[in-house]
C-alpha cells in the first residue's frame, strides 16, 4: 500500500498568505503528527465520527424532526453550509479543510426542539452559568465526548477551537465561556479577543446563507407562505419576477428550489466581492493583518445586509412564529422543562455516578438533555407523563 506523507501535501496545498497554514500549532493535549492526513482533516473526521454529530440527524432545525422526513434537520443544515464554506474557501485560496471542519461542527451544541429548546435549556441553567449552544458545541468536544484513553473530548487543532470559539467574532468578556467550560480548559492557548480566521469567518457567513435560504424553501414547502409574500423584499423581488413566468408551466417547488438556488448564487458572489474590497481597503495581506484587524472582513454588502435583515424578519414573522411551528416547539420546551425537573429530583436514575462527581449536578442534567435527539426527549418525556 502506498501512503502520502504530510510533507508531500503540504507541497500541494500553498494556500494563500491569508489563510490558517496546513501546518497546525498544535493541540491542547500533544499528539502526533498523522502522516496520512493534514490536522484539519483529522478534525472533521474526529466530529463526523462523534457521537453529537450523528445526533443532528434527528434535531430540529425549524420544524421538529417529527414532522417530514423531508425538511431540514441541524444535520442536512451543517452539510449544507460546509458546502458554501468550501466554495467561498476554493475562491480566496484558504484552508477548505478548516471551513469544513468548522461548519460541520458549528451546530453540535443545539439541545433538542431548535432555538426554542436553546432558550428553554437556558431558563433552567438561570441559577447555574446559563446555557449556549455555542459554548455547548466548545463543552462536547473538549469535555462530554469520550473517544480516547488519554483525554476527554476530540483533542481539536487549537485553529478549529479558536473557530468554533468565535463564531460570532472576537470574545471580548471570556467570562460566560469560563462558568460553561471551566477555568483555563484551553490552557492559555486562545486569545480570545483576536480577530477571527478568514477561514472562521466564512463558516460565520455559510451558516447565515444556508439558514436564510433553506428555511424560506422549507417554509414554502411548508405552505407556511407563498412565493408572492416575499416580492417586498429587495434582491428576492428581482428573482421572483424572474421565475413567475415559469408559474403555467413547472410546479411550484421546482419554481421554489430555483429561486432558493440563485439567492444563494446572488449571497455568495455579494460576498466574494464585499471581502476582496475589504481586503484591499484595509491592506491585509497576510494572517496576521487578519488576526488584527477590527473589522469583520467576510461579510455582506449594505444591499445585501439589507436583503439579510429582511428576509431574518420575514422568517421569523411568517415561519417561526406561525402557529404550525410554536404550537410544536412550545411544546418542546414544556417537555425540556419538565425533564429538567423531573432528573433534578431524582438524578441517579438518570445519570452516571462519574459524571455527577466531576461536575454541578444541574451542569450534567443540561449536557444529558442538550444531548438528546428530538425524538428521544419526547420518548423519555411519555415515559415519565
Not at 482533516?41 to 457521537?51: F, L, N, V, W, Y
Not at 445526533?55 to 434537520?73: G, P
Not at 488519554?150 to 471570556?174: M, P, R
Not at 438556488?261 to 460576498?271: A, G, L, S, T, Y
Request: charged share 25%.
Amino acid at each position: 500500500m502506498y501512503y502520502i506523507h504530510l510533507s508531500h501535501l503540504m507541497q500541494k496545498n500553498e494556500y494563500s498568505k491569508l489563510s490558517v497554514p496546513i501546518k497546525s500549532i498544535g493541540r491542547v493535549f500533544q499528539e502526533k503528527i498523522s502522516k496520512l492526513r493534514t490536522p484539519y482533516q483529522r478534525d472533521r473526521d474526529r466530529i463526523i465520527h462523534s457521537t453529537a454529530f450523528r445526533r443532528l440527524k434527528h434535531k430540529t432545525q425549524v420544524f421538529v424532526n417529527t414532522s417530514d422526513d423531508h425538511y431540514r434537520t441541524r444535520i442536512t443544515h451543517s452539510l449544507e453550509v460546509s458546502q458554501i464554506a468550501r466554495t467561498l474557501a476554493k475562491i480566496f485560496n484558504l484552508n477548505e479543510d478548516l471551513c469544513e471542519t468548522l461548519s460541520l461542527a458549528h451546530d453540535l451544541g443545539h439541545p433538542p426542539f431548535g432555538h426554542a429548546g436553546e432558550q428553554a435549556l437556558n431558563e433552567c441553567m438561570n441559577n447555574f452559568g446559563g446555557f449556549d449552544h455555542n459554548i455547548q458545541t466548545l463543552r462536547i468536544v473538549t469535555l462530554i465526548e469520550k473517544k480516547y484513553y488519554k483525554f476527554d473530548g476530540l483533542n481539536l487543532s487549537i485553529e478549529t477551537l479558536d473557530g468554533l470559539i468565535k463564531h460570532n467574532g472576537a470574545v471580548i468578556n471570556s467570562s460566560k465561556f469560563e462558568k460553561i467550560l471551566g477555568n483555563n480548559i484551553f490552557k492559555s492557548k486562545i486569545n480570545f479577543q483576536r480577530n477571527p480566521s478568514l477561514e472562521a469567518q466564512i463558516a460565520s457567513i455559510s451558516d447565515d446563507i444556508a439558514y436564510n435560504s433553506h428555511d424560506l424553501e422549507d417554509g414554502l414547502k411548508a405552505r407556511l407562505f407563498k412565493i408572492n409574500n416575499l416580492l417586498h423584499i429587495p434582491v428576492i423581488s428581482k428573482i421572483i419576477k424572474k421565475h413567475r413566468i415559469k408559474i403555467n408551466k413547472f410546479q411550484n417547488e421546482l419554481i421554489s428550489r430555483q429561486i432558493v438556488r440563485e439567492i444563494i448564487n446572488e449571497m455568495v458572489k455579494d460576498v466574494v466581492i464585499t471581502t476582496k474590497k475589504n481586503l484591499r481597503y484595509n491592506k491585509v495581506k497576510s494572517i496576521n493583518d487578519v488576526y488584527k484587524c477590527k473589522i469583520k472582513l467576510v461579510n455582506f454588502s449594505n444591499r445585501m445586509i439589507t436583503f439579510d435583515a429582511g428576509i431574518k424578519s420575514f422568517l421569523k414573522t411568517n415561519m417561526y412564529n406561525h402557529t404550525k411551528v410554536l404550537n410544536k416547539t412550545n411544546r418542546g420546551k414544556k417537555i425540556i422543562k419538565y425533564l429538567f425537573s423531573r432528573i433534578n429530583k431524582y438524578p441517579s436514575r438518570f445519570l452516571k455516578k462519574n459524571t455527577q462527581e466531576k461536575q454541578l449536578k444541574e451542569r450534567s442534567i443540561c449536557d444529558f438533555i442538550a444531548g438528546m435527539t428530538d425524538r428521544y426527549a419526547i420518548k423519555l418525556y411519555n415515559s415519565l407523563k
